[in-house]
């Protein structure tokens, strides 16, 4: 299955409630040309509205499968650790709650994912990801 695993990572913890930002991380993704992803979005416990709004999209959302988690805080790298659990695609992005994503950043992503399928010497792809994916500003 080549389906990117996309993955926002919620820490928002304490005082770091994303409630505010996250639909601008939604819209983005309701904007995508290609909708071969699904989004987990990892709650590492916020005090905020975070699951009334995600539950909300995931009953309406048709375009692409949506799943939320809470989790207690344990920081950035469990809630990612725990994102990549979770999901079921062979690629994942990491989405922070406050990125946004060029309407063409999942096509981009799936043929790049097309061009190094079956090579064992890659580990991930970097170079350009920023301009070629995120919103300025992101």
Request: aromatic share 8%.
């Amino acid at each position: 299955n080549m389906l990117p695993k996309m993955l926002l990572d919620e820490v928002v913890g304490g005082e770091k409630q994303r409630a505010y930002i996250l639909p601008e991380a939604y819209r983005s993704l309701r904007e995508q040309s290609c909708f071969d992803f699904e989004w987990i979005v990892v709650d590492d416990g916020s005090q905020d509205e975070t699951e009334q709004l995600v539950r909300g999209w995931a009953a309406q959302c048709a375009d692409f499968p949506i799943r939320y988690c809470r989790q207690p805080n344990g920081g950035k790298h469990r809630a990612v650790n725990r994102g990549v659990q979770l999901a079921r695609g062979a690629w994942f992005l990491i989405l922070d709650s406050d990125d946004s994503l060029l309407p063409c950043a999942v096509e981009r992503i799936a043929a790049w994912t097309a061009e190094v399928a079956g090579r064992d010497d890659l580990a991930g792809q970097a170079d350009g990801v920023q301009q070629c994916l995120y919103r300025s500003g992101a």
